[in-house]
């Protein structure tokens, strides 16, 4: 199509970027940042991954496109000083089609390496369509990047079809609550039940559990209140360039 060629020059032509999301502990100390790519379109502007990931699994892209957004991401990361002396942590979020490419393990290694930064501030984001096909194999694959430090996190929790008894043999450090659950957590009352059944779940299974689209104080001290760890949204920061977020400070 028109918009996979143009995403492929794109690529060559360097027209992606990376915006950070920071997230926050419980504490209110600065943990992490999520990396979300967009485009920055010679003609149309800045746009959004909803517009052009499903193409880019599609047709492949995603491979070189999310080879990129992990070298950049752990680049940038590596660029920033630790905040308070501690290392921040950088969430990349990777597709089932990346994920099962078999250079995947060795590619994530290679990135770690030539940017310097500790295997362990990575975190992996996967979604959840990954738990419904092949679980040995995501499992053994988990756990070779987890040997080295890597970390994961079920992205969208709560969206998909997963089966517990699958989420319980992946070797996972954290859930993610889908701000789908967030958004009404204070009026609907489904949503509060399954916000807290997320969080349960997660100490169950002694994962950390990440809300995300946290908007008010008011969704926080609820989610604070029933064991939440960590928090990202709006209402500690929106997605912007590395250089930008306010919550680091002087960065370079
Ligand atoms: O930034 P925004 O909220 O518009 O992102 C929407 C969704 O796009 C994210 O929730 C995420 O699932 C997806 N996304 C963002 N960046 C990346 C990326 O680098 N790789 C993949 N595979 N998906 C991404
Ligand atoms: O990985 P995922 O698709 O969940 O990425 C998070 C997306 O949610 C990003 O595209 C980001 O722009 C968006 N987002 C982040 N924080 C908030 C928030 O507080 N409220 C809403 N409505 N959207 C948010
Ligand atoms: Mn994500
Ligand atoms: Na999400």
């Known amino acids: ?58 047709t492949g892209l995603i491979l070189p496109l999310g080879q990129w957004v992990l070298e950049t991401a752990c680049a940038e990361l590596a660029a920033c000083k630790p905040v308070c002396g501690r290392p921040l942590g950088v969430a990349v979020n990777v597709s089932a089609r990346q994920f099962r490419h078999p250079d995947f393990v060795e590619a994530v290694l290679g990135v770690i390496e030539r940017s310097g930064i500790e295997a362990a501030q990575l975190k992996i984001e996967l979604t959840e369509s990954l738990l419904l ?10 756990g070779r990047l987890k040997a080295h430090g890597v970390g994961f996190s079920l992205d969208d929790f709560g969206t998909g079809y997963s089966s517990l008894s699958y989420l319980k043999r992946l070797p996972l450090d954290q859930i993610k ?17 399954i916000a807290r059944t997320v969080i349960a779940l997660g100490q169950t299974l002694g994962l950390h559990v990440i809300a995300e689209g946290v908007e008010t104080e008011a969704q926080r001290d609820f989610l604070i209140e029933h064991g ?24 370079h």
């Not at 143009?6 to 600065?30: T, V």
């Not at 209402?235 to 002087?250: D, K, N, Q, Y």
């Open 1 to 58: 199509s028109a918009l996979e060629a143009e995403m492929r020059q794109g690529l060559r032509q360097g027209e992606f970027i990376l915006h950070y999301q920071p997230q926050f502990d419980a504490g209110g100390a600065l943990i992490g940042m999520e990396a979300l790519v967009r485009w920055q379109h010679p003609q149309r502007g800045l746009v959004p991954p909803g517009e052009f990931i499903a193409l880019a699994e599609s």
């Open 177 to 193: 609550i889908d701000r789908s659950f967030v958004r009404d957590v204070l009026s609907d009352a489904n949503d509060a039940a």
């Open 133 to 142: 096909e092949d679980v040995e194999e995501t499992v053994e694959r988990i």
């Open 228 to 251: 939440c760890d960590a928090f990202q949204g709006y209402l500690f920061g929106r997605p912007a360039p590395i250089g930008e977020l306010r919550c680091l400070g002087t960065l």
